[in-house]
Structures are given as C-alpha cells and as structure tokens.
C-alpha cells in the first residue's frame, strides 16, 4: 500500500492538480492499509 501510493504521487502530482480521494466505500479494508495510505498521503502535502 505504502508504495503504491508513492508511485500515485511521484506519477499524478507533479506539476499541481492532483486530488487524493478514497472515491470508494472503505467498509471492508483492513485498517493497517487505510491508516498507511492516510499517513503517506499527509505526509506529501
């Protein structure tokens, strides 16, 4: 999870314009994936 969404930022956000969003229920996700995909996201800001 953790690296997926480095390479979502590193591929998407250069430049400006990229929006993180869940667009998806996140009912049935383990929580350590949800907490790690949040942290890394905060983090980039």
Do not use: H, Q, S, W
């Amino acid at each position: 999870m953790i690296d997926y969404c480095k390479f979502l930022i590193d591929t998407c956000a250069p430049g400006g314009g990229y929006i993180f969003d869940t667009n998806a229920l996140v009912d049935n996700v383990k929580r350590e994936n949800l907490d790690a995909m949040f942290e890394v996201f905060e983090t980039c800001r």
